[in-house]
């Protein structure tokens, strides 16, 4: 719809903006609120080879923005050339190819000066008085001699004063603030060896002291204390190289997630970037081991030669260009995965904490104390439950079933599938158990609690296992073995079974069953709206066929496979199948209400410590939670 004729510009001659207007109009490129100047200033200060750099905002920064560094400082004749355009010292031979600062471009200063007043006092080392200059609104005062330690001083004052326009577009003070906060968080996660200060008006500075001393362990240190104290007993060290690049850092466990991708830090080259494709990896990294709904939380520090990464591709560098994205897309996702292999069975604490806290008087569990000292829970419910086994020990001498050639034990099919003791059986042993069995991570099974949870003694505490997400994962990661091994098992039904559903779902069906065949799940069409079923993946026999095929369905129409058109199409094939296999497994896996046999337990126990990611199930649930002796005792008091 074209403008009404009265807000049309009257007719002009063409004519040549002046300078002053050219800077403010440039500056909205670079200025957009407070934090990208503490963003552009920072860094800067990191450029200088500082130490320490401290920031003091007021108001969100609108009033105030202060950085003071102990870098190189500038002299007298550079600091009145820093605050012109396209002016910088950090592209001494031209070449934008080889990038090795995290400013280049000359525009902060002057764009800066152009909004708003700006104060600078510098002084190098070298020098007997330092300069201090003054850009209010674009006109450039005079240079005058300062007194000063080392470093660089840099106020801003009054930001937005000469274009008030763009104030009415910033947020609340403390939405400000959290932007300033968030900038500088994420360049401590890239400069670990920097201590950073933030000073506001709402109470106590936060510090991120620097770490002296490169290495995993001072960078774990670092991680601490921006990502929490929460995150070190959580992360999982990583370390990888391919051609030309080397990724590092911690990443961490799948159970220990937030709800937001706030968490993720990446820096390139020293430079912290939110880069679609990093992301894009991490996320495909975590597919099958996090909730959809969930985010992991890492930081990894890429380091790679200039001419493989261009960074003047956003005007806020936040983004970047790989020469090869293919090749860095492939070394995040194999790293990620190679370091969640090597935890084998972990979950996060933080669920023993909230275990804990749950159990204590007046906690979350429900628990109150009365006046003998007592504790008993409040009622819940009408529904009461039973202790299905209430003591038993492992049979004498047991021992896990030995590995197969894919690192699956071969154990007879029950203790994979839906066959469990009668109702009636009594598993009572003895109540000594061998202490080669209680010396394994995850202990010995004593006892199933509501025919849901395993109860098992380790060397120092107990642990608590779900045994429908811990199976649930055991079948996946068998099924996917398998499948990269050629192809999953089959078992043939003696008498094919016909399931009944609507005619385009039966379609859809019909569309993939090339790829189910390679799955194990051989169906064909049987008139309008069934297909009929002739054999299952071997590892899912036993159960309800019909559920199995309908949760198949499920996971092409999840996935967004076009009716009739080939799984995997839009995105890469292995996760599309991953999908499929993830709804297998939640069908073929122990549910919940079914008891077990003692060995059943200590073998699914055993299963768990040597199968990768079973800390969680595919939903990014976790599938134990581990209770040391010592928080036991003090519940009761003891310690």
Not at 454 to 461: H, S
Not at 538 to 566: I, K
Request: proline share 7%; hydrophobic share 40%.
């Amino acid at each position: 719809m074209s403008a009404p004729l009265d807000l049309l510009p009257p007719r002009a001659s063409v004519r040549r903006l002046d300078s002053i207007l050219v800077d403010r109009i440039a500056a909205g490129e670079v200025v957009e609120r407070p934090a990208s100047v503490v963003k552009e200033l920072v860094e800067n200060a990191i450029d200088a080879g500082a130490s320490g750099i401290e920031v003091a905002i007021e108001a969100g920064g609108r009033r105030l923005i202060r950085v003071i560094d102990d870098g190189h400082g500038m002299g007298s004749e550079d600091l009145d050339l820093a605050v012109e355009r396209h002016a910088t010292s950090k592209l001494p031979d031209g070449d934008l190819g080889r990038i090795v600062s995290l400013g280049f471009r000359g525009e902060a200063l002057p764009s800066i000066g152009a909004v708003a007043r700006l104060a600078i006092t510098s002084r190098r080392a070298e020098d007997g008085a330092g300069a201090h200059l003054v850009v209010d609104a674009g006109i450039k005062a005079p240079l005058r001699p300062a007194s000063g330690p080392r470093g660089t001083r840099i106020e801003v004052t009054d930001l937005f004063s000469a274009t008030p326009a763009r104030l009415k577009f910033l947020k609340s003070d403390r939405a400000e603030t959290a932007a300033i906060s968030e900038i500088l968080r994420r360049l401590a996660v890239a400069q670990p060896g920097i201590r950073f200060t933030l000073r506001t008006e709402s109470g106590s500075p936060v510090v991120f002291p620097a770490e002296s001393e490169p290495g995993p362990a001072a960078f774990l240190r670092r991680l601490g204390a921006v990502l929490g104290a929460d995150f070190p007993p959580n992360a999982v060290p990583l370390s990888m190289a391919r051609e030309g690049f080397a990724l590092d850092g911690h990443i961490g466990l799948p159970t220990f997630h937030r709800g937001a991708a706030s968490h993720i830090h990446f820096s390139v080259n020293g430079r912290p970037v939110r880069d679609r494709l990093l992301l894009g990896a991490v996320r495909g990294a975590y597919a099958d081991t996090l909730s959809s709904d969930r985010h992991p939380v890492l930081a990894l520090a890429l380091v790679c030669a200039p001419d493989l990464v261009d960074v003047n591709v956003h005007p806020a560098k936040t983004e970047v260009r790989f020469r090869d994205p293919g090749l860095v897309r492939a070394l995040v996702v194999s790293a990620i995965h190679e370091s969640l292999r090597r935890v084998g069975a972990r979950s996060a604490t933080t669920g023993a904490a909230r275990t804990l806290d749950a159990l204590r008087p007046g906690g979350a569990g429900g628990f109150s104390v009365h006046s003998g000292g007592s504790a008993f829970p409040r009622p819940a419910g009408a529904g009461h439950h039973r202790l299905a086994t209430p003591s038993f020990a492992a049979p004498p001498g047991y021992r896990a079933p030995d590995r197969g050639p894919g690192g699956f034990s071969d154990a007879p099919q029950a203790l994979f599938s839906a066959e469990f003791a009668p109702p009636g059986a009594d598993f009572r042993e003895s109540a000594e158990l061998p202490e080669q069995v209680v010396d394994h991570p995850l202990g010995a099974a004593r006892a199933q609690l509501h025919e849901t949870y395993i109860v098992a003694q380790t060397a120092d505490g107990i642990v608590i296992v779900d045994q429908h997400a811990a199976h649930e994962r055991l079948v996946y990661e068998r099924l996917k073995r398998e499948r990269a091994e050629g192809g999953i098992g089959r078992q043939g039904l003696l008498i094919p079974d016909v399931v009944e559903m609507a005619p385009a779902e039966a379609d859809r069906l019909i569309a993939a069953a090339e790829d189910l065949e390679w799955l194990g799940l051989s169906l064909e069409a049987f008139g309008p709206g069934a297909v009929l079923v002739r054999a299952v993946p071997a590892a899912l026999s036993g159960g309800s066929v019909r559920n199995l095929v309908l949760d198949v369905l499920d996971a092409l129409e999840s996935s967004g496979v076009e009716e009739g058109g080939p799984i995997g199409a839009g995105d890469p094939l292995s996760r599309r199948l991953d999908a499929i296999l993830s709804r297998m497994s939640c069908h073929g896996s122990i549910r919940a209400g079914r008891r077990l046999r003692a060995e059943e337990m200590n073998a699914l126990l055993r299963e768990m410590e040597s199968t990768e990611n079973s800390g969680q199930c595919n939903h990014g649930r976790p599938t134990f939670v581990t209770l040391k002796l010592s928080d036991i005792e003090r519940l009761f008091g003891r310690r």
